[in-house]
């Protein structure tokens, strides 16, 4: 939708000699009315104020800033309002990141606004004109480590394996030519390996590489790998810099001063000039899908750049995304494969054990007994462990054992978690924090006590069974600093600290040879979560933590905790066969009408009252079901109460439209106050 930008109301100066129209995106930080604005570019602009250019437009009765997208001759003539100042002598956003705001905005029914106040640091978007263009005052570990003066690092041979996976990208980046690659390979197998040769391979021949990886804690090594390899040459972008270290990164990375940008989510709208070659580790990471406006999924991003600059894009994972495997062998991608470990290291034996049994015989620790002789055995011998459990606090809820009532939060509809080390109750949505009720709020019992099991109450309790063993913790409560991440991975790996308790933070990316005993105390955490992807997320999250044993000379067990042996995830995680686990999940999703077989878009409304909320829900359902019609293919499914049917103090429902051609209902899905739209949710 576009339309001048007029206003009756103020009095129009003398116009200045027209040189043209275009159409602006203004950054007001709100959700417009409009997708563009069209500005009149006075005489003494023209040069400046072209495609990508950033301007100062006059929007109501303030001026506003704003990006040029497109020029608009077609609305020569019209009344328009003139642009006010170009603030940049050279366009902030080249034809190629425009062309790929635009396409997430479609794909994703998304303000073209929003998009690109997500592709551009903060610190970017709000620099004046003239203005001092200073460092950060302090730097990050992250950007120490790329900075750092290292002796450039001699690769090594690769296996047969590794250069016919290699194969592909090579072929690709001599003929500047888009092809998209699927590398699936085990734990340990040297993955990052052929992403430096890759690399390497672009950097001669004058082009610039992205490197995605999905959390800031496989940052540490990663960085310094890629540091070593391309000494001086790396950039870092993650949501753990501050605001100045983004806007720093991203100005030298534009300037053409740095060709490798490693980095989370954001990396992939680095401004690299002379692209080369994107990668992505750990293409299976649910933390590559955006959860806020714009929803983008950043693999399908780095696709779209790929194919938008020509340039190849590898994908890589021991357990990819049974789409992206499907579309692998139905000619979406090329497939290859790394099969065995470096060296020819075998994969750690997996021993599962039966907590139902533990129960029966009278053992109620989180250590089931076989993983507490295995502990005792694995220091005495000078090994490290990892115990991996993906919930974190004391107690995941507190509840009165007089009246049955749990402690809930006032403005979610989930339980409180509870912190022993601070002696409070925490909710992981809105934040909201309370001391730990002494009587029961219901009923006035003091009968007040924490039930089930996290990270904090784990630690607590393998340092009473342990008390000589050195513990560390990594977890979103001990990782609040942003050095965080490095300083507990450089404390493991310097041995100052025997045994990692753990969350997902601990289950990809550590490639530590003296891990001798990974310990997975509850695999059950993720398998019964209300999702259809919660067996792939389970298998994948068992095999990748699984992966951080045995990569060094010394034999490694695996001890996996599950109350669901029997469950085809668990099974097929504890043999580490992906294509068998690949297998029966999709025939799961074919007989449900799950992705890859179908798309999937949902709409929520938030709402004060939840009477509300539904009524605007089942309005939704009967308008989108109407204008589609009965021979659409799509299916509108719902109205139903959110996962979290209260967040923040709002009511949400859902409604759900699935099919093949899911852009045929973009058009008619519900717009206006408190709604939100999630095209492909999920990871």
């Given at each position: 939708m576009t339309g001048p930008a007029t206003d009756d109301a103020i009095e129009q100066p003398a116009a200045e000699t027209v040189a043209g129209y275009v159409a602006v995106v203004p950054d007001t930080g709100a959700i417009l009315p409009q997708?563009?604005?069209?500005?009149?570019?006075?005489?003494?602009?023209?040069?400046?104020?072209?495609?990508?250019?950033?301007?100062?437009?006059?929007?109501?009765?303030?001026?506003?800033?704003?990006?040029?997208?497109?020029?608009?001759?077609?609305?020569?003539?019209?009344?328009?309002?003139?642009?006010?100042?170009?603030?940049?002598?050279?366009?902030?956003l080249d034809d190629t990141a425009l062309d790929l705001a635009r396409?997430?905005?479609?794909?994703?029914?998304?303000?073209?606004?929003?998009?690109?106040?997500?592709?551009l640091p903060k610190g970017v978007r709000s620099a004046r004109p003239g203005g001092r263009k200073r460092g950060p005052r302090t730097t990050s570990r992250a950007v120490e480590a790329a900075r750092a003066d290292a002796v450039a690092e001699t690769p090594p041979a690769l296996t047969e394996a590794q250069r016919a996976a290699a194969a592909p990208l090579l072929t690709a980046i001599a003929a500047s030519e888009h092809r998209r690659v699927l590398l699936h390979g085990v734990t340990g197998a040297g993955k990052t390996e052929v992403y430096l040769v890759a690399i390497a391979a672009a950097l001669a021949v004058r082009r610039q590489a992205i490197v995605m990886v999905p959390e800031i804690a496989l940052t540490p090594q990663t960085i310094r790998r890629f540091a070593a390899r391309f000494p001086g040459r790396v950039a870092v972008l993650h949501s753990g810099l501050t605001e100045s270290e983004r806007a720093h990164e991203w100005r030298r990375i534009r300037a053409g001063e740095l060709d490798v940008v490693v980095g989370s989510r954001s990396a992939v709208f680095a401004p690299l000039p002379r692209l080369g070659v994107i990668v992505v580790d750990e293409e299976d990471a649910g933390a590559y899908k955006q959860d806020r406006i714009p929803r983008y999924h950043a693999v399908d991003v780095a696709l779209e750049r790929g194919r938008l600059a020509g340039v190849p894009v590898v994908l890589g994972s021991a357990t990819p995304r049974v789409e992206t495997y499907y579309r692998a062998h139905t000619g979406g991608f090329e497939l290859v494969t790394l099969n065995e470990r470096i060296s020819g290291r075998p994969l750690p034996p997996i021993e599962v054990v039966d907590l139902r049994e533990e129960l029966r015989a009278g053992n109620r620790s989180p250590l089931s007994l076989d993983l507490d002789k295995a502990l005792r055995e694995c220091h005495d011998a000078g090994g490290q462990s990892i115990l991996f459990l993906n919930r974190r606090g004391s107690a995941t809820v507190v509840v009165c054992r007089s009246c049955g009532e749990a402690i809930t939060c006032d403005s979610c509809s989930v339980s409180l978690v509870f912190h022993a080390q601070r002696r409070r109750c925490d909710c992981h949505y809105c934040g909201a924090s309370r001391p730990m009720p002494d009587i029961c709020p219901s009923c006035g019992s003091t009968m007040i006590r924490g039930l089930g099991m996290g990270t904090e109450r784990l630690e607590a309790e393998v340092h009473e069974r342990f008390p000589t063993l050195r513990l560390l913790r990594m977890d979103r409560d001990t990782t609040v600093t942003r050095d965080a991440y490095f300083d507990i991975y450089d404390r493991f790996a310097r041995h100052e600290a025997d045994c990692l308790i753990g969350t997902q933070m601990v289950a990809k990316g550590w490639d530590l040879g003296n891990v001798r005993l990974v310990g997975i105390v509850n695999a059950d955490v993720s398998l019964h979560f209300p999702d259809y992807r919660s067996g792939e997320l389970t298998f994948s999250l068992l095999t990748q933590v699984a992966g951080r044993a045995g990569r060094g000379d010394e034999p490694a067990r695996v001890i996996l905790q599950t109350y669901s042996p029997q469950h085809y995830a668990v099974q097929h995680a504890t043999t580490h066969d992906y294509l068998a686990f690949a297998r029966e999940e999709i025939r799961v999703r074919k007989a449900l009408r799950f992705p890859p077989y179908t798309r999937m878009v949902v709409c929520t409304i938030s709402h004060r009252e939840d009477a509300r909320a539904e009524l605007d829900a089942r309005r939704a359902v009967a308008e989108v079901s109407d204008k589609l019609g009965a021979g659409s293919g799509l299916d509108v499914l719902g109205p139903t109460p959110a996962f979290l049917h209260r967040l923040r103090g709002e009511y949400r429902w859902q409604v759900t439209i699935r099919g093949e051609a899911i852009e045929r209902a973009f058009p008619h899905l519900p717009k206006g106050r408190g709604w939100s739209i999630d095209v492909d949710p999920g990871p």
């Open positions: 997708d563009h604005y069209t500005y009149a570019v006075p005489e003494h602009l023209a040069t400046l104020a072209v495609r990508g250019a950033r301007v100062e437009v006059p929007f109501g009765r303030r001026e506003v800033l704003g990006y040029v997208v497109a020029s608009d001759s077609a609305l020569t003539g019209a009344e328009a309002r003139p642009i006010s100042t170009v603030l940049d002598e050279a366009p902030i396409w997430i905005a479609d794909r994703y029914c998304a303000p073209l606004g929003e998009v690109i106040r997500a592709m």
